[in-house]
């Protein structure tokens, strides 16, 4: 499997562990716990965002968005206890994975770098070294990023390592070095909505505005239904899109420009896999039948 989709993918079907997760409340007081919660999670303050759910879940009990919340932070706390004392390399890496994948979804990059360097560090191979890259890109570690991928080796330089690069280039402003990555990395046959989400942000970036337009459409349309709004709700809070969006008046936030608005409300053509949309696939009524459940003990076997 092409390293790109492997990491992908297990990204992916591991998405289940996010927090942002649409408000089902009816409990002013709850909704407010709640994000006093998630303000203290993104500020890396997790035994204090467990209190906040905690009395969200008391407040309003017959909500399950605050238990199921709840429940999960606790699994997440101890999952990063219990990685400091893990001495099996299988145990460690299968952890660090399920631990990535949860500061990923809840943009936690500052939690992930120590730990992708770790794993570089560990493994030292073109899924690991993805790992870094992206996480550095996404603290706007452009050139840091820049130098850690000069010195990879051939065979460690991925596509996606390419595409990410490519994004930093833009950042500073070279544009054609940019460019002249991103026409490198060939299509693959079958589109992955997340590499065209890449290249919408190199195009951006570059003032290929139509361009940026016409990938982000095809990136909805080819994510699978249970995980479009975790990127279209990634795409609205990307600082690479920033050239979609009107100038703002002063203590004004700037408006989405009506072209990146209608391409927001791009439909996804994959296949519905029937997913709940819960918190964890172990726990789903339809895990036994379920395609992403299948993909996810492959991508851990791999």
């Known amino acids: ?24 409340a009816q409990s002013a007081d709850a909704i407010q716990l709640a994000e006093h919660g998630r303000g203290l999670l993104a500020k890396g303050d997790f035994e204090g965002s467990l209190k906040q759910f905690a009395q969200a879940a008391r407040t309003e009990p017959g909500n399950m968005v605050w238990r199921e919340t709840y429940a999960l932070l606790r699994q997440v706390i101890k999952m990063r206890q219990s990685l400091e004392m893990e001495k099996n390399p299988a145990k460690w890496e299968y952890t660090a994975r399920a ?9 936690l990059y500052k939690e992930a770098l120590p730990l992708d360097q770790k794993f570089y560090e560990l493994k030292q191979d073109a ?6 890259a992206e996480t550095q890109l996404e603290l706007d570690m452009n050139q840091p990023m820049l130098d850690f991928t000069d010195g990879l080796s051939k065979d460690t330089v991925s596509d996606g390592v390419t595409l990410l690069r490519a ?18 990395v060939k299509l693959p046959e079958k589109p992955a909505g997340i590499i065209y989400f890449y290249r919408a942000r190199i195009q951006s970036l570059s003032g290929k505005s139509d361009d940026a337009l016409e990938s982000l459409t095809t990136a909805f349309e080819t994510t699978p239904p249970a995980f479009l709004p975790a990127l279209k709700n990634r795409t609205q809070k990307c600082s690479d899109f920033q050239s979609f969006y009107e100038k703002a008046q ?16 791009t439909q996804s053509k994959i296949e519905e896999s029937g997913c709940t949309g819960g ?3 172990a726990t789903c009524q339809h895990s036994s039948s379920c ?9 851990e076997k791999q």
């Open 127 to 132: 899924e690991s070294a993805l790992l870094l």
């Open 291 to 299: 395609s992403s459940a299948s993909a996810s003990a492959s991508c």
């Open 279 to 281: 918190s964890s696939c």
């Open 167 to 184: 994004i930093a280039l833009a950042r500073l402003e070279k544009n054609d070095e940019a460019l002249q990555l991103l026409q490198s």
């Open 99 to 107: 631990l990535r994948a949860f500061y990923r979804d809840n943009n």
């Open 1 to 24: 499997m092409n390293i790109l989709k492997k990491v992908l993918i297990c990204g992916l079907i591991l998405s289940v562990f996010c927090i942002v997760q649409p408000i089902r």
């Open 250 to 265: 002063e203590n004004q936030k700037p408006a989405p420009k009506e072209s990146f608005v209608k391409v927001l409300q």
